[in-house]
Structure formats: C-alpha cells, structure tokens
C-alpha cells in the first residue's frame, strides 16, 4: 500500500503530503502547516512544493477534484525520504511514529530493489560482452575446421603429354 504512494518525481523517490497526511490520519492542512512551523528541518533535498505542470501529470495518475470542485488551493509538497524521517520529529502522535516507521522501510525496500536491478543489469551486460568475445573465437575455429575439412588442392601436374595446339596455315 505504502509502495504504490512513493512517485519519481525530478529524480527522486517521494511521497505527497496528502498521502502522508492520510497514512498519518491528520489533515493536509496540518501536516504541511507543522511542516511551515518547522521550516528550517525541511531543506529542498528533504521536501520540495510541485510545479502546477508537475502537479497536472499526477492528476492523471490518480483522482483528483479540479480546483474549485473541493479539490487543493495550494500545490503539493513532495516528501523525499530524508523528508518523511523529519516528519516524525515535528508530528509526535503514536499513528505518526507507527507509520513513519512503515514508511521508511518502503523506502529501504525500493532502494534494496533498484540496487539488485543495477547489479543484474551489470551482469547481463557482462555475459553478453563474454559472448561476443566467445561467438568471434568460435567463428574463427570454425573456419579453421573447414579449411582442414576442405579437399587439398593437387600441386602434381596430371600425367600424360598434352599435344601443342596447331598452328593455323595461311
């Protein structure tokens, strides 16, 4: 569940406000308003607000209300991981503590993931360079074999006199 929450956006692995406000069971409102009030825990690399086109590509990826409709005034903030470790210091609720903990093992989870997917992708680029390299040497035995394999060419000359062309009498 918390897995499905965490979105790659500008190159890092975050989260939204309203997801964690959710997870938390407090309100948006004041979660990001804790967040204000403790502004200097929260660094650009920790948190960072989405630009409206940001904003409108992950409207597609899950409902949302339109401005207006009930739906955000304000645009989100995205919560990297060193950002959602910082909530629990400014949220102190049992939930927060809980679901703080959850949360971050997501985030571990997915790094031990992608980790593993680099490493096999390593690997494969590995084994297929040692192809390449096997498949020419294996192309030049081969041809060897068939040049051994190949009839030799007879150097005699064939036995027998072979009579002079004539010359034509004018």
């Given at each position: 569940?918390?897995?499905r929450?965490?979105y790659?956006?500008?190159?890092h692995?975050?989260?939204?406000?309203?997801?964690?406000?959710?997870?938390?069971?407090?309100p948006t409102?004041?979660?990001?308003?804790?967040?204000?009030?403790?502004?200097?825990?929260f660094?650009?690399?920790f948190?960072?607000?989405?630009?409206?086109?940001?904003s409108?590509s992950l409207r597609?990826?899950?409902?949302?209300?339109?401005?207006?409709?009930?739906g955000?005034?304000?645009?989100p903030?995205?919560?990297?991981?060193?950002?959602?470790?910082?909530?629990s210091s400014?949220?102190?609720?049992?939930?927060?503590i809980?679901?703080?903990?959850?949360?971050?093992?997501?985030?571990v989870?997915?790094?031990?993931i992608?980790?593993t997917?680099k490493?096999?992708?390593?690997k494969?680029?590995?084994l297929?360079?040692?192809?390449?390299?096997?498949?020419?040497?294996?192309?030049?035995?081969?041809?060897?074999?068939?040049k051994?394999?190949?009839?030799?060419k007879?150097?005699?000359?064939?036995?027998?006199?072979?009579?002079?062309?004539?010359?034509?009498?004018?």
């Amino acid at each position: 569940m918390i897995e499905r929450r965490i979105y790659l956006i500008r190159g890092h692995k975050v989260m939204l406000d309203s997801d964690l406000a959710a997870l938390y069971q407090v309100p948006t409102k004041s979660l990001n308003l804790a967040v204000r009030r403790n502004a200097q825990r929260f660094p650009e690399d920790f948190m960072f607000q989405l630009t409206g086109k940001e904003s409108e590509s992950l409207r597609f990826q899950f409902e949302t209300s339109k401005t207006g409709r009930g739906g955000r005034r304000y645009l989100p903030h995205a919560f990297t991981e060193h950002g959602v470790a910082m909530l629990s210091s400014v949220l102190r609720s049992s939930q927060a503590i809980q679901m703080n903990i959850l949360v971050i093992r997501a985030f571990v989870r997915l790094r031990e993931i992608i980790s593993t997917h680099k490493d096999l992708t390593r690997k494969m680029q590995d084994l297929e360079r040692k192809q390449q390299t096997q498949g020419a040497q294996i192309a030049a035995i081969y041809g060897i074999v068939k040049k051994l394999m190949a009839p030799p060419k007879s150097r005699r000359r064939p036995i027998g006199f072979v009579a002079p062309a004539e010359e034509s009498k004018t």
